[in-house]
């Protein structure tokens, strides 16, 4: 059986924007926040702590957690890990979230640093 094969994702898929609000620099890495609302967890915050590849230019890992609220006062959270590619002010960003709702989601991120978005869209692993 192909890898592909083996990575099935149900058939609903969701797609937001969120606002980067903050990015924060130090020597061990960067901090980015950001916010926005998505239709099935309500308005979330998200929270990326990138890591670079020291041995290839552009490329990295992050881990990073995610809490979301909905409008009827239902809490989630998710632990994310995974990489980005970058070009520039431009990047994308593929993870694996663990959600406390227990749909483990897989996740596409394309970023866009000059207008501070990032296009994200998600849909549950198959179980």
Known sequence: MSLAEQLKLEEET???ELKITSITQSKEGTQVNATGTVGRYGKVWL??????NPKQEHTG????IGR???DDGVANEGQR??????????????????VSDG???FCVEHWDLKAETIQLQFARLER
């Open 14 to 16: 969701f797609s937001f």
């Open 47 to 52: 929270t990326y702590d990138f890591t670079a």
């Open 61 to 64: 890992s992050f881990v990073g």
């Open 68 to 70: 979301a609220v909905t």
């Open 81 to 98: 890990r995974g990489v980005y590619v970058g070009d520039g002010l431009t990047g994308t960003v593929y993870s694996l979230d663990d």
């Open 103 to 105: 749909a483990p989601n």
